[in-house]
């Protein structure tokens, strides 16, 4: 049997790089553990540390195409970010101009959540898990 541990990353590509790149490292504060430049793609790869286990690999490429519709589309649906306090990191984000949706609380476990979105409307969501 297969035995997974946990996501080591999540891939995002995204269409303006240096904007992404502020969004995720100077917004969000993800840790910047390389940046590669890839020659024979025009395409910039940024690794980010979530934490000790978990990155997001953000990718640049030439004209990619766009997401068809959201957050609905088949395929990945969104990615979510655990928090401790969802009411901080909702104020925090609106300091830095970003709004969210309505919170709403998970029928299954009865804790908090949020939707946001990155600078390619790509659905991120906080997840309350304390």
Not at 84 to 90: K, P
Request: with cysteine.
């Amino acid at each position: 049997m297969l035995k997974l541990s946990n996501i080591h990353h999540v891939a995002i590509i995204c269409s303006d790089y240096a904007v992404s790149k502020h969004f995720y490292h100077k917004i969000l504060g993800l840790k910047i553990l390389r940046e590669t430049y890839r020659e024979s793609r025009q395409s910039y790869k940024l690794d980010l540390a979530i934490n000790d286990s978990s990155q997001i690999e953000l990718f640049s490429f030439p004209n990619p195409p766009a997401r068809p519709s959201r957050p609905e589309a088949q395929g990945l649906r969104h990615l979510a970010f655990a928090v401790d306090n969802l009411d901080d990191s909702i104020d925090y984000l609106y300091q830095q101009g970003i709004t969210t949706k309505a919170i709403r609380v998970d029928e299954l476990t009865g804790k908090r959540f949020t939707f946001f979105a990155d600078p390619d409307e790509l659905p991120l969501e906080l997840y309350e898990a304390i």
